[in-house]
């Protein structure tokens, strides 16, 4: 299809939809590893940060209108969000952006001459040497890069609910949205864990003393997040077919028990190939030694089987009480298991 976004001939444009703490960083990575895509790692932090204070829902469409420049590659929309105070020239440097350091597209040739990788080689990409190596690029240049691309995708977390993006998805917008079996359970015993609620996700006010965050997530920031899946579950439950088409769900488990045919599928799904060093590569990536809990971050080869029911022996029998009252309909659509009656 045509992208009323920026007129380009078969351009597509993918966002990632997903929530904190679900495996989505991995998801995108696969499509950051795609030779054909140019990708974008959670940009809407910037304008989150930025707009703070404020509850997330009343960003949501600021959230969508950026989404939709960034996707006709218009990036002088992060230097809104980005930039200290005072006259801009639009000829400087990008702003920094170290969560998109590990970009092939960044760290390879054409923008960046002195890499030791070309675009096209698969397999994750150390943000230190590319920090060292590249030098910072005007927008424009980004940009320009961008508009080679026959693939853009953006993988973020703050935009909440699907709704948010009819209007994007009446252009040729394809939305992919991770899920993973152990949610919401699998994000409380993170949550509980790290604090990574993002602020004025309950509209504001201080956060949390350390030793009341499980509480302060499972009291309330679960049920937002949980609602908000519950209404995109019953919005594509009920969505007509060119809706239908423009969408499609993902489990982060069939994802890590099945990575070479789930990658299949996803790739089919964004209409593009699959090379055979990117089967090995998601293939290896979910077949690590162990999990890794204490860098939550890192994208790394690890056992992400393991992942799948770690939050059984993370959340005490009340908490997962709590996830599951809180988020028992979604739960129920998305065909999760309850274990709260379990002996």
């Known amino acids: 299809a045509g992208a009323a976004g ?16 679900t495996g989505s960083s991995f ?44 996707f006709r590659c218009d990036f002088s929309v992060l230097r809104l969000y980005t930039a200290p105070s005072g006259p801009r020239d639009p000829l400087a440097p990008a702003p920094p952006a170290a969560d998109n350091l590990t970009t092939p597209v960044i760290c390879s040739p054409p923008l960046c001459p002195a890499a030791p990788r070309p675009r096209d080689e698969i397999g994750l990409v150390d943000g230190a040497t590319c920090e060292e190596t590249c030098p910072p690029r005007a927008l424009r240049e980004l940009e320009a890069e961008c508009r080679k691309y026959p693939v853009v995708v953006i993988k973020d977390v703050r935009l909440l609910e699907l709704g948010a993006l009819l209007p994007l ?8 949205r991770s899920r993973h079996r152990t949610e919401p359970r699998g994000p409380a015993r993170h949550q509980q864990q790290h604090l990574l609620l993002p602020p004025g996700l309950l509209g504001g006010g201080r956060p949390p003393q350390p030793q009341h965050r499980a509480e302060f997530f499972l009291g309330g920031a679960l049920e937002v997040i949980c609602q908000s899946w519950l209404r995109d ?19 982060y488990e069939d994802l890590v028990r099945e990575p070479r045919a789930e990658l299949r599928r996803l790739l089919r799904f964004a209409g593009l190939t699959v090379p ?16 890794s809990s204490d860098r939550p971050f890192l994208i790394s080869a690890r056992d992400a089987r393991e992942a799948v029911h770690a939050w059984r022996e993370r959340l005490s029998r009340q908490q997962v009480r709590q996830v599951e009252a809180a988020c028992g309909e979604a739960m129920s659509i998305l065909a999760y298991p309850l274990s709260a009656g379990d002996a």
Do not use: C
């Open 233 to 251: 579950l019953l919005l594509a439950r009920r969505a007509p077919d060119w809706l239908r088409r423009r969408y499609t769900q993902l489990r």
């Open 276 to 291: 055979p060093a990117l089967e090995d590569f998601v293939l290896n990536m979910t077949r690590g030694a162990a999990y």
């Open 169 to 176: 998805l009446r252009e040729p917008v394809q939305v992919l």
């Open 27 to 70: 998801l995108g990575e696969l499509f950051n590893q795609h030779p054909d895509v140019f990708y974008l790692y959670e940009p809407m932090w910037h304008l989150w940060q930025a707009l703070y204070p404020g509850d997330a829902l009343s960003l949501q469409g600021a959230l969508r209108d950026m989404l939709r420049a960034l």
């Open 6 to 21: 920026n007129g380009s001939a078969g351009k597509r444009h993918i966002y990632l939809h997903a929530t904190w703490r």
